[in-house]
């Protein structure tokens, strides 16, 4: 059964203090409003409809959703408004409107679909919270036979209805036909002038339509958003199911308090992962691949039995950045966009590759830079060398052949071929091809100079000039 899913995003969200509008910012690396969108994708939906309004070109340009339309809210004059103007855009024919919050992100698929089960496009249902502090929240009234009466806003509650732990979440499914009636009849008669959606409630409770309110299993879930504390709380929750996830499907996590990904792990076996790293996109890790500490990997396939030591930054774009077999990396290496490693390839520390392929076996082990480079099989490439692959205008190739040996300092300038089995001299600045089996030496040759004096300080007093 298809519904109308409504998330509400309008709301300015003062206490961020932000620039950015609060459904915008970021958990996990994605927007807080996204994780609901993603949530709900898979539900069948007749409409699917997102309230801005604060903020609403930059909401509108930044989420993604397939057949997503919004619904603006100019101003905003709270939740029922901001329902209201959902109105015309809901399908009649879709007996259940389930109402979400864009700001709580953490919020279930199963929990939804329960609400919509609940309503079935008949009964009122809501989603609620026993809390040990539900200030801020709107309280459930309920008569001595536990049946609900209605929500009471916490600002608008008396003290003894503030005592009230059940409170609303935020979150509904109504009937659609109702919903539409019932909007049409709020008044903004309260402590804050808003239009509030609890309202149909007690309207519902008036027309003798029933009104099921379920209590959420997980605290977690129905938590919103507010300020940057309670954003750093749900990013906790976040990464630690994932981390769970993780585990449970074997990844050795050392401390899944120090864990964050904001993206995707698809893993083998036996995986290893030490405290403090930050993956991002899409990462792959092969069997028995070993993650060395405070390691931030994004976009890369890492296959299996590489090992990547601490504090290495690999960074890969749509194009993934590929780690060989074996391959041992770092610490302190960077990978950058279109790096791509053969089986045991060594990459040591400061060393950044950019655009370059290193075939099977291949070492850069100290202080080098390759870009856009072609480096064969067994090449050791010294330490201090780089490829000058920019001349300024346009980016040129080196092309480094199997069994290369570049000596320490070498400077590659691009395009340049160096030849199978070739040795480059330290210090050496080649700009012209190597053909291969040559040693080529391009540096000013070593003078000595016979009774040479280094200069001397003189005394204090006497006249410098
Ligand atoms: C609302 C509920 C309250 C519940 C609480 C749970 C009402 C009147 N109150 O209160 O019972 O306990 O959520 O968090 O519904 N929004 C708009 N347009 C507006 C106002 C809000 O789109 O004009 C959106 C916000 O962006 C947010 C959601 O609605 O996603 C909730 O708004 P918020 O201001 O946080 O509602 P509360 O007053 O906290
Ligand atoms: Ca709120």
């Known amino acids: 059964m ?22 915008l910012h970021p958990l996990a690396g994605r927007a807080l409003v996204q994780h609901v969108l993603d949530t709900m994708a898979p539900l069948p939906a007749s409409r699917r409809i997102l309230i801005t309004g604060h903020g609403a070109e930059a909401v509108e340009a930044r989420v993604l959703g397939e057949g997503l339309s919004f619904a603006r809210q100019m101003p905003q004059l709270g939740t029922g408004h901001a329902v209201q103007q959902a109105l015309p ?27 919509a089960a609940a309503c079935a496009g008949t009964c009122l249902a809501l989603l609620t919270v026993e809390l040990a502090d539900p200030s801020g929240y709107g309280r459930i009234l309920r ?32 009937p659609t036909a109702l919903l539409r009636r019932w909007l049409g009849q709020l008044t903004n008669d309260n402590a804050q002038g ?43 929750r976040f990464q630690r199911q994932q981390a769970e996830r993780l585990m449970r499907a074997g990844v050795r996590l050392l401390d899944p308090a120090r864990f964050d990904l904001r993206g995707r792990i698809h893993h083998g076996c036996d995986v290893q992962i030490d405290v403090g790293c930050v993956f991002e996109g899409e990462v792959e890790l092969g069997d028995g691949v070993q993650i060395g500490a405070h390691c931030v990997i994004k976009n890369a396939r890492i296959a299996a039995g590489a090992v990547i030591h601490p504090f290495t930054h690999i960074e890969g774009d749509a194009q993934l950045v590929e780690v060989g077999e074996g391959a041992l990396v770092g610490p302190f290496a960077r990978l950058r966009p279109g790096a791509r490693l053969g089986r045991e390839v060594h990459i040591g520390n400061f060393v950044e590759v950019k655009n370059s392929q290193l075939a099977a076996g291949a070492k850069a082990n100290h202080l080098a830079y390759l870009g856009d480079a072609e480096v064969g099989e067994r090449v050791n490439y010294g330490a201090g060398s780089i490829t000058a692959n920019y001349d300024g205008a346009a980016k040129h190739r080196t092309v480094i052949e199997a069994d290369v040996h570049v000596g320490s300092n070498c400077v590659l300038v691009a395009p340049v071929r160096v030849g199978a089995g070739s040795t480059l001299g330290g210090g050496s600045t080649i700009s012209k091809d190597v053909p291969p089996d040559r040693l080529a030496v391009a540096r000013a040759r070593q003078v000595l100079i016979e009774g040479w004096k280094r200069p001397t300080k003189k005394p204090k007093g006497e006249n410098q000039t």
């Open 2 to 23: 298809a519904h109308n899913i409504v998330v509400m995003a309008a709301g300015k969200g003062t206490r961020m203090k932000s620039a950015l509008p609060k459904v």
């Open 89 to 115: 855009l809901l399908d009649d024919a879709a007996a259940t409107t389930l109402i979400l919050n864009g700001d709580t992100p953490l919020v279930r698929r199963e929990t939804a679909e329960q609400l």
């Open 143 to 174: 008569d001595a036979s536990g049946a609900v009466l209605g929500i009471r806003e916490h600002k608008d509650a008396s003290d003894a209805e503030r005592q009230i732990r059940e409170g609303y979440t935020g979150m509904m499914a109504a």
């Open 194 to 236: 808003e239009y509030y959606l609890t309202d149909i409630v007690a309207m519902a409770v008036a027309e003798g339509v029933p009104v099921v309110a379920t209590l959420a299993g997980s605290e977690s879930e129905v938590l919103g958003v507010n300020d940057p504390l309670q954003l750093a709380d749900l990013e906790r």
